[in-house]
Every structure is written in C-alpha cells, then in structure tokens.
T-cell receptor, first 113, second 114 residues
Framework: KQEVTQIPAALSVPEGENLVLNCSFTDSAIYNLQWFRQDPGKGLTSLLLIQSSQREQTSGRLNASLDKSSGRSTLYIAASQPGDSATYLC????????????FGRGTSLIVHP | NAGVTQTPKFRILKIGQSMTLQCTQDMNHNYMYWYRQDPGMGLKLIYYSVGAGITDKGEVPNGYNVSRSTTEDFPLRLELAAPSQTSVYFC?????????????FGSGTQLSVL
C-alpha cells in the first residue's frame, strides 16, 4: 500500500523567503505525481504534474522535482508572497492500471508580510 | 467548460437520514473518484470507477455506496448517516493515458451529521 508523507506539516515564513516543501512515498512504481494547492474552505487546484519519466517541472515561481529511486519529491517556491498562503498537497498516482492517487496530509503554509 | 461539478455545496443531516451527493463531469473522463477530507488528515479514497458500470472500493467505503451508469455521472450515496461521516467530500476525475493527465476536482460538499 502506498504511503505518502509530507514534511513539514506547517510552515510560517516572512515574505520573500525561498521555500522547500517535501513529499515522500513508499512505493516507487508510480504513474505520476501531482502537487495541489488548497485554500481554506475551497477545492484543490493543480499546480504541477510530474510524469514518472520526468525529473522536474516548472511553472513561474514554482519548481517541482521527482526522485523515484529515493521516493521523494520537493516543491520549491521562490520569493514567497502572502498570496502563497494555503495548504499544499502532493498526490502520487499508482502505476499498474488503477492510477489511484494517494494523498499526503499536506503542508499548511503561512507567508506573513 | 464546467469541469467537475458537485452538488450540494453544504448539507446538514440528522443521524439515520440518507442522501446522495451528486458528481458530474463534462470532460469524457473514464476514471472518477470520491474522497473525503477530515481536518489535518489529507484525502482518503472512498470509492472509484474506471468506467461506466465499473466501481470498486477505496480505503474507507463503509457506510457509502456508488453507481456509475454513465461516463458523466458518479453519485455517492450515504445510507443511515452517522456523525463519523461529517466531513468534506470531493469528487475527482482523470483520463490516464501517457502519464501527463491531471486530476481534476470538484469544489466539494461540506456535510454535517448531527
């Protein structure tokens, strides 16, 4: 059974800092890995998706990396802003036909001015 | 393009009542999922479907039922609601193929069982 762990559980930083959020998974046989953002009381918005054959993806100030051999992904946020405050979740989709995404518990981020 | 639509957005049930959470998608996705999210606990899979007429249990299926008569719709049925089913419910869909297909979510249903 795939287990997904996100560290840290919560993070509070001043505006402008560069951040690293971590996601680890136990089964390296993955289809893809996706990072989501969730604002309080809202649904999940996809930020970045990394296919199993890829090492990283970038979108604006966000960069996500994937190391299947070590079972890790990192989400790098450059020059953080108060608008980045949200919960960030990673989801690992299984290979082998089911493609079922397993989620971590998320990292709650607060960026203060 | 509506994507994944869930109704209702909020609902309060009394213990023992039943209800159906509706989910529909207009992207012709074969794979659909129901998750529940409890505070600080991430998302747990309730049921999923890989196509019309095919459903299977996820991690926490007890107290729920699903059906998939069409590609577009994947309703979740709660029978004999219990306080433990108080949660936020999310429906999602995708169409796996080459590895780059994203998972799309509805906006969620907040359910309270009192």
């Amino acid at each position: 059974k795939q287990e997904v762990t996100q560290i840290p559980a919560a993070l509070s930083v001043p505006e402008g800092e560069n951040l690293v959020l971590n996601c680890s998974f136990t089964d390296s046989a993955i289809y893809n890995l996706q990072w989501f953002r969730q604002d309080p009381g809202k649904g999940l918005t996809s930020l970045l998706l990394i296919q199993s054959s890829q090492r990283e993806q970038t979108s604006g100030r966000l960069n996500a990396s994937l190391d299947k051999s070590s079972g890790r992904s990192t989400l790098y946020i450059a020059a953080s802003q108060p608008g980045d405050s949200a919960t960030y979740l990673c989801a690992v989709a299984a290979s082998g036909g089911s493609y079922i995404p397993t989620f971590g518990r998320g990292t709650s981020l607060i960026v203060h001015p | 393009n509506a994507g994944v639509t869930q109704t209702p957005k909020f609902r309060i049930l009394k213990i023992g009542q039943s209800m159906t959470l509706q989910c529909t998608q207009d992207m012709n996705h074969n794979y659909m999922y129901w998750y529940r999210q409890d505070p600080g606990m991430g998302l747990k899979l309730i049921y999923y479907s890989v196509g019309a007429g095919i459903t299977d249990k996820g991690e926490v299926p007890n107290g729920y039922n699903v059906s998939r008569s069409t590609t577009e719709d994947f309703p979740l049925r709660l029978e004999l609601a219990a306080p433990s089913q108080t949660s936020v419910y999310f429906c999602a869909s995708s169409e796996p193929g080459q590895g780059g297909e994203k998972l799309f979510f509805g906006s969620g249903t907040q359910l309270s069982v009192l």
